[in-house]
């Protein structure tokens, strides 16, 4: 028997789990035909997380019992706390005495089905009168929309924006009168005042300029910063009418100051100090800069002050900025060092300019986030397994309480908190160090007791359900013995061939004829097999089997900059995929960091050759001896750099190869890795190609409309084209559209090794 290496053994392994679909388990009847089951399922950035489901089988009414923070929010200046996850909507009752679901909001109780993968995120309005998020309508775009919470209606605001995972997709004013969004580069507005009138101008008159959502920052003031190039303006928000209605006649806004650099919103972004007169400015997501607001500079710049400047190592990013009033700036990052998501933080005191400013580092780790509290004396410093209270202007802990696994934090009061975690949500007291549970967020283990209560066990804490919307922590239960069979039914679960469910619960009727499911089968939208297979060659590997896996391998590049591997290794790390890499001769001289990172990681990595040039362009003339050195040479400069030996595969610069250059590589026991899908994501490096490239949402609806069983689809690091980004920024947006397919993401290797079986 042919003997697999332990490696791809490990990355079979890896591939088979690299998301989970829906899996039902656990059903158990109590008293009066109430049943008990968990949906459990992997979810990216979260991990494995399981929910809590009851059911009344005479009017099949379902209740969720748990709720998971994928998104936590506090809204109506501190009273209400929204949580939102793939299964519905939820807000706390009066005086946060227990979370509920909003009915108005569709959820899984109500029939809709469960989404696999990342959620588009909603953006609640401040007063949590209306959510606003995107409706997708093709791989790409997708339509936005604002939902009244109240009575469930939706209005489409704009159609075909670039859909997007990210945390800015609209920005509401503080009053929650105004929002603003992007679309194809430019920047409007949308005004609460004028829909309540059903006066809401056309679009092209709500203009406010060009730009994406990076453009744009409200102050707590209620003033609109809208950065162009080097300038920034300032718009009250009263007179957003007349700048976009007469946008081409009139400045935009107020002048309130300049920066020393262009503006790049795909990949540059910044923030406004409480008071207006001062801005962050983050160039390319490294170079950190304060600036002075200043609307003239050509005489002096001002007072000369020392500037703080931060350069943060290419493998970090900001996360968060707390900026309050008594101008102590916080600065949390994070970043991936040996495969593992980091956190560090940064400090500088505007205070005392008479003194030279500097960021600071502040000896912290393991940090989840940073809240401020209500009166900006206090902070909240969440870490994996505890909360410390720190004095915000020293940094000095006052208090530390054990809280294992916090996700968000909101200060209630100036002695009260309340916590979501990945185990419950919870009310806090500082001071008397007691809690009160809000909901429990996940069940390891459920069941009913033997007075008919439902518990649940969640980190080895006990819960028992105490009202239909709230839970109480205790110490012991009556465990009543789990049943699968009462008097009218027979529970069980039944396997699914293919879609988002593993499985169903399904109920066979003892009392009368006939076995149902106990909620709608999930719909798929699986493409069917192609009825043959195609021919592969090994030698120049172009696709895997077209008939055996729904199995994708993407590739990426790294030629020369080191611009978006840190994005790709986190977001491949929030879905747990292993891919692969080529890594040029250029890239690793250049990058010899980002090459160790990269080797630390647990995806495989072949070589892009010594040098990168078209090696079939009839200048040169490459003979065998050329193409084994310069695959010799990448090896041994892969291997001196990392201790690692590059894997046996590799492919030529702009995948341009002939015939000889791949039988020269075969003799080296090399595999050429060809590509079949090729989404045009290189064609801004091309000088011949000018502007020819396409934009992100047309690269992403390439590849769905190409791809196949077995494809091999290549994405290119880099820094894209200026204002437009580059694939790699909007990779979860792919990869949920190929995981909506029912499609897995394997290495080249696994992809190679079951197209040979």
Same mark, same amino acid.
């Given at each position: 028997?042919?003997?697999?290496?332990?490696?791809? #053994?490990?990355?079979?392994?890896?591939?088979?789990?690299?998301?989970? /679909? !829906? %899996?039902?388990? &656990? =059903?158990?009847?109590?008293?009066?035909?109430?049943?008990?089951?968990?949906?459990?399922?992997?979810?990216?950035?979260?991990?494995?997380?399981?929910?809590?489901?009851?059911?009344?089988?005479?009017?099949?009414?379902?209740?969720?019992?748990?709720?998971?923070?994928?998104?936590?929010?506090?809204?109506?200046?501190?009273?209400?706390?929204?949580?939102?996850?793939?299964?519905?909507?939820?807000?706390?009752?009066?005086?946060?005495?227990?979370?509920?679901?909003?009915?108005?909001?569709?959820?899984?109780?109500?029939?809709?089905?469960?989404?696999?993968?990342?959620?588009?995120?909603?953006?609640?309005?401040?007063?949590?009168?209306?959510?606003?998020?995107?409706?997708?309508?093709?791989?790409?775009?997708?339509?936005?929309?604002?939902?009244?919470?109240?009575?469930?209606?939706?209005? #489409?605001?704009?159609?075909?924006?670039?859909?997007?995972?990210?945390? /800015? !997709? %609209?920005?509401? &004013? =503080?009053?929650?009168?105004?929002?603003?969004?992007?679309?194809?580069?430019?920047?409007?507005?949308?005004?609460?005042?004028?829909?309540?009138?059903?006066?809401?101008?056309?679009?092209?008159?709500?203009?406010?300029?060009?730009?994406?959502?990076?453009?744009?920052?409200?102050?707590?003031?209620?003033?609109?910063?809208?950065?162009?190039?080097?300038?920034?303006?300032?718009?009250?928000?009263?007179?957003?009418?007349?700048?976009?209605?007469?946008?081409?006649?009139?400045?935009?806004?107020?002048?309130?100051?300049?920066?020393?650099?262009?503006?790049?919103?795909?990949?540059?972004?910044?923030?406004?100090?409480?008071?207006?007169?001062?801005?962050?400015?983050?160039?390319?997501?490294?170079?950190?800069?304060?600036?002075?607001?200043?609307?003239?500079?050509?005489?002096?710049?001002?007072?000369?002050?020392?500037?703080?400047?931060?350069?943060?190592?290419?493998?970090?990013?900001?996360?968060?900025?707390?900026?309050?009033?008594?101008?102590?700036?916080?600065?949390?990052?994070?970043?991936?060092?040996?495969?593992?998501?980091?956190?560090?933080?940064?400090?500088?005191?505007?205070?005392?300019?008479?003194?030279?400013?500097?960021?600071?580092?502040?000896?912290?780790?393991?940090?989840?986030?940073?809240?401020?509290?209500?009166?900006?004396?206090?902070?909240?410093?969440?870490?994996?397994?505890?909360?410390?209270?720190?004095?915000?202007?020293?940094?000095?802990?006052?208090?530390?309480?054990?809280?294992?696994?916090?996700?968000?934090?909101?200060?209630?009061?100036?002695?009260?908190?309340?916590?979501?975690?990945?185990?419950?949500?919870?009310?806090?007291?500082?001071?008397?160090?007691?809690?009160?549970?809000?909901?429990?967020?996940?069940?390891?283990?459920?069941?009913?007791?033997?007075?008919?209560?439902?518990?649940?066990?969640?980190?080895?804490?006990?819960?028992?359900?105490?009202?239909?919307?709230?839970?109480?922590?205790?110490?012991?239960?009556?465990?009543?013995?789990?049943?699968?069979?009462?008097?009218?039914?027979?529970?069980?679960?039944?396997?699914?061939?293919?879609?988002?469910?593993?499985?169903?619960?399904?109920?066979?009727?003892?009392?009368?004829?006939?076995?149902?499911?106990?909620?709608?089968?999930?719909?798929?939208?699986?493409?069917?097999?192609?009825?043959?297979?195609?021919?592969?060659?090994?030698?120049?590997?172009?696709?895997?089997?077209?008939?055996?896996?729904?199995?994708?391998?993407?590739?990426?590049?790294?030629?020369?900059?080191?611009?978006?591997?840190?994005?790709?290794?986190?977001?491949?790390?929030?879905?747990?995929?292993?891919?692969?890499?080529?890594?040029?001769?250029?890239?690793?001289?250049?990058?010899?960091?980002?090459?160790?990172?990269?080797?630390?990681?647990?995806?495989?990595?072949?070589?892009?050759?010594?040098?990168?040039?078209?090696?079939?362009?009839?200048?040169?003339?490459?003979?065998?001896?050329?193409?084994?050195?310069?695959?010799?040479?990448?090896?041994?400069?892969?291997?001196?750099?990392?201790?690692?030996?590059?894997?046996?595969?590799?492919?030529?610069?702009?995948?341009?190869?002939?015939?000889?250059?791949?039988?020269?590589?075969?003799?080296?026991?090399?595999?050429?890795?060809?590509?079949?899908?090729?989404?045009?994501?290189?064609?801004?490096?091309?000088?011949?190609?000018?502007?020819?490239?396409?934009?992100?949402?047309?690269?992403?609806?390439?590849?769905?409309?190409?791809?196949?069983?077995?494809?091999?689809?290549?994405?290119?690091?880099?820094?894209?084209?200026?204002?437009?980004?580059?694939?790699?920024?909007?990779?979860?947006?792919?990869?949920?559209?190929?995981?909506?397919?029912?499609?897995?993401?394997?290495?080249?290797?696994?992809?190679?090794?079951?197209?040979?079986?």
């Amino acid at each position: 028997m042919k003997k697999i290496p332990i490696l791809l #053994i490990l990355l079979l392994l890896a591939a088979a789990f690299a998301y989970a /679909e !829906v %899996v039902f388990e &656990s =059903p158990v009847f109590g008293q009066d035909d109430n049943l008990l089951f968990s949906a459990d399922m992997e979810v990216p950035g979260f991990g494995h997380y399981s929910t809590l489901f009851n059911v009344t089988l005479g009017d099949k009414k379902l209740q969720q019992l748990t709720v998971f923070p994928e998104e936590a929010v506090m809204l109506d200046a501190g009273r209400t706390l929204q949580i939102r996850n793939r299964y519905g909507l939820f807000r706390t009752e009066n005086d946060f005495s227990g979370l509920r679901m909003l009915t108005s909001f569709p959820g899984f109780i109500d029939g809709k089905q469960i989404k696999t993968g990342k959620m588009f995120p909603s953006h609640p309005s401040p007063d949590g009168k209306y959510l606003a998020y995107l409706e997708p309508v093709s791989y790409g775009w997708g339509n936005l929309v604002l939902y009244n919470v109240d009575n469930g209606k939706e209005t #489409i605001i704009s159609s075909n924006l670039d859909l997007s995972y990210s945390d /800015e !997709v %609209v920005l509401w &004013s =503080p009053d929650s009168d105004f929002l603003v969004y992007s679309k194809d580069a430019n920047v409007y507005y949308y005004s609460l005042e004028q829909f309540y009138q059903g006066k809401t101008l056309s679009e092209e008159f709500r203009k406010i300029g060009k730009g994406l959502i990076s453009n744009i920052r409200w102050s707590a003031g209620k003033e609109l910063f809208y950065l162009s190039d080097s300038i920034i303006y300032k718009i009250i928000s009263a007179q957003l009418f007349t700048t976009s209605l007469y946008g081409g006649l009139m400045e935009t806004g107020e002048i309130a100051g300049k920066i020393p650099f262009d503006f790049d919103p795909a990949f540059d972004s910044f923030y406004v100090s409480p008071d207006g007169e001062k801005i962050i400015f983050n160039k390319a997501g490294t170079n950190i800069f304060l600036y002075f607001l200043k609307n003239s500079d050509y005489i002096s710049t001002g007072d000369v002050v020392s500037l703080p400047y931060l350069y943060l190592p290419r493998n970090t990013r900001l996360k968060k900025v707390i900026w309050p009033s008594n101008d102590i700036v916080t600065i949390l990052a994070n970043s991936i060092e040996g495969g593992v998501q980091k956190t560090s933080v940064f400090r500088f005191d505007l205070r005392y300019t008479d003194k030279p400013l500097e960021f600071k580092k502040i000896p912290e780790s393991d940090v989840v986030d940073i809240e401020l509290s209500l009166d900006n004396n206090s902070v909240a410093v969440l870490y994996s397994d505890k909360i410390i209270i720190k004095d915000y202007r020293t940094w000095s802990s006052s208090e530390t309480f054990k809280y294992d696994k916090p996700v968000k934090a909101f200060w209630i009061e100036d002695d009260r908190m309340l916590i979501s975690g990945r185990y419950s949500t919870e009310v806090y007291n500082i001071v008397s160090r007691k809690s009160e549970v809000l909901a429990v967020s996940q069940a390891d283990s459920s069941g009913y007791t033997r007075d008919g209560s439902i518990f649940a066990s969640s980190n080895g804490n006990l819960f028992v359900q105490s009202s239909e919307s709230a839970w109480k922590r205790v110490f012991s239960i009556d465990e009543a013995a789990p049943i699968s069979i009462s008097d009218k039914y027979r529970v069980y679960t039944q396997t699914l061939s293919s879609g988002p469910y593993a499985n169903m619960i399904m109920l066979r009727k003892l009392d009368s004829f006939g076995t149902e499911s106990l909620f709608p089968y999930p719909e798929t939208s699986y493409e069917p097999f192609p009825v043959r297979e195609e021919e592969i060659d090994f030698n120049n590997f172009s696709h895997g089997s077209r008939i055996r896996r729904r199995e994708i391998s993407l590739v990426f590049n790294a030629v020369d900059s080191a611009e978006g591997l840190t994005e790709v290794l986190k977001i491949l790390d929030d879905y747990d995929i292993n891919a692969t890499f080529f890594v040029n001769g250029n890239f690793m001289r250049r990058n010899p960091e980002a090459v160790q990172e990269l080797a630390k990681s647990s995806h495989e990595v072949g070589s892009l050759f010594y040098a990168y040039f078209n090696m079939t362009d009839s200048r040169y003339r490459l003979d065998k001896e050329f193409i084994k050195r310069g695959l010799a040479r990448n090896e041994d400069d892969y291997y001196a750099l990392t201790g690692k030996e590059l894997a046996l595969f590799w492919h030529a610069p702009y995948y341009v190869v002939n015939t000889d250059i791949i039988k020269a590589s075969g003799e080296m026991n090399y595999t050429y890795v060809n590509r079949d899908v090729d989404p045009l994501e290189w064609a801004w490096s091309m000088d011949s190609y000018g502007s020819a490239g396409l934009s992100v949402p047309q690269m992403v609806e390439k590849i769905m409309d190409n791809k196949k069983p077995g494809s091999i689809i290549p994405i290119r690091l880099g820094e894209g084209k200026e204002g437009t980004g580059a694939l790699y920024s909007n990779l979860d947006l792919l990869l949920n559209n190929l995981i909506e397919k029912g499609y897995s993401i394997v290495p080249v290797s696994v992809l190679m090794d079951r197209a040979r079986r």
